[in-house]
Structure formats: C-alpha cells, structure tokens
C-alpha cells in the first residue's frame, strides 16, 4: 500500500508540487517556497538591474490568505495546484 503524504514526510522522502508560474506547470520538491525562488521559476535568467521589480501574485495557497500578493522576501506555503503570476516592470 503506498504512503500517505504524512507517512512520506515522516520517513524523508520526496514529495513533488505541480504548480503553474506564468502559465507553464512546474514540479517543486518543497512545501514552502521563497519569493526569490519563485522568480527564479518564472523567469531563466532573471533580470536584474537598479530598476528592476517584481511583483507575484499568488492563488490557491496552502494557506491563508489562499490568494493575494506575495511580498518581496516573504514565503508561502503551496499545494498541487497554486498558480502564480510573476510580473518584471522597471522603476522610473
């Protein structure tokens, strides 16, 4: 009989995510990720400059709020399924 989410967890083995960054599935190993890691899902190579910023919106989270804007430098807690929309704009 296969494991149970809580059974795998409990004796470290890999659990994977399938979530949607920009309209493209990706497949996570971890429950929780960063906003820097979630750029970096989005976009390959990730911008960078003085005046660069970008702003994540998030869905279906494993938390609550299960939907908002994720903070630069904030976690969130995922499940298979949450989508993510990562902008790059450029301060003037």
């Known amino acids: 009989m296969p494991d149970t989410p809580d059974e795998s967890a409990e004796r470290g083995l890999h659990r994977e995510y399938k979530i949607i960054v920009n309209t493209r599935e990706k497949t996570v190993d971890h429950d929780e990720l ?40 904030g976690h969130i807690k995922i499940k298979n399924g949450t989508t993510f929309n990562v902008t790059q704009t450029d301060k003037s």
């Open 34 to 73: 960063s906003f820097d890691e979630i750029v970096r899902l989005a976009f390959h190579p990730v911008p960078t400059g003085p005046n660069v910023v970008f702003t994540i919106g998030y869905r279906h989270a494993a938390q609550r709020p299960a939907e908002g804007t994720l903070a630069v430098g």
